[in-house]
C-alpha cells in the first residue's frame, strides 16, 4: 500500500467523487469510497456521506442535455456545496493530508 499524499473531493458526472494520489502516483486516480475506506482508512461513515453527497448530483445529470444538467434553483446549489465543503473538511481532519474540494461554485483546500 502506497503512502496517500492528498484528496480531491470532486464530482464529476459519472465519476467517483474522490481522487486520490500517493506516493507512487504523479496523477490523482479516480478513487471508490470502499477503496478509501480499505486502502486510506478514511472513517467509513465520512466516506459513505460523501458518497450520498455525490448520489445527489449524479441525480440531476441529464446524459441527453449534460449542459442543461444541474439543480433546480441557486438555493438549492448553494445547500448542496455548503454541504460538501463541512465533509471535506470532516474528511480532512481524519485523514491529516492535503485535501482539496471542488465544485463549480469554487473550491478550498484543507491542510498541507
Known amino acids: ?3 496517500l ?5 470532486a464530482p464529476e458526472w459519472e465519476c467517483f467523487p474522490f481522487w486520490v494520489r500517493t506516493a507512487d502516483e504523479v496523477i490523482a486516480d ?7 475506506v480499505a486502502e486510506f482508512g478514511a472513517p467509513a461513515d465520512v ?3 460523501i458518497d450520498a453527497w455525490d448520489d445527489e448530483f449524479q441525480a440531476v445529470y441529464n446524459p441527453d442535455d449534460p449542459m ?3 439543480f433546480p434553483d441557486e ?3 448553494a445547500a448542496w456545496h455548503e454541504r460538501g465543503e463541512r465533509l471535506a473538511g470532516r474528511l480532512a481532519s481524519a ?3 492535503r485535501t482539496e474540494f ?3 461554485r469554487g473550491e478550498l483546500v484543507f491542510g498541507g
Open 102 to 104: 471542488h465544485t463549480a
Open 47 to 49: 466516506a459513505k456521506a
Open 68 to 70: 442543461g444538467s444541474g
Open 5 to 9: 499524499i492528498s484528496v480531491r473531493v
Open 75 to 77: 438555493a438549492t446549489t
Open 95 to 97: 485523514l491529516r493530508v
Open 30 to 36: 479516480n478513487c471508490s469510497a470502499e477503496r478509501l
Open 1 to 3: 500500500m502506497s503512502r
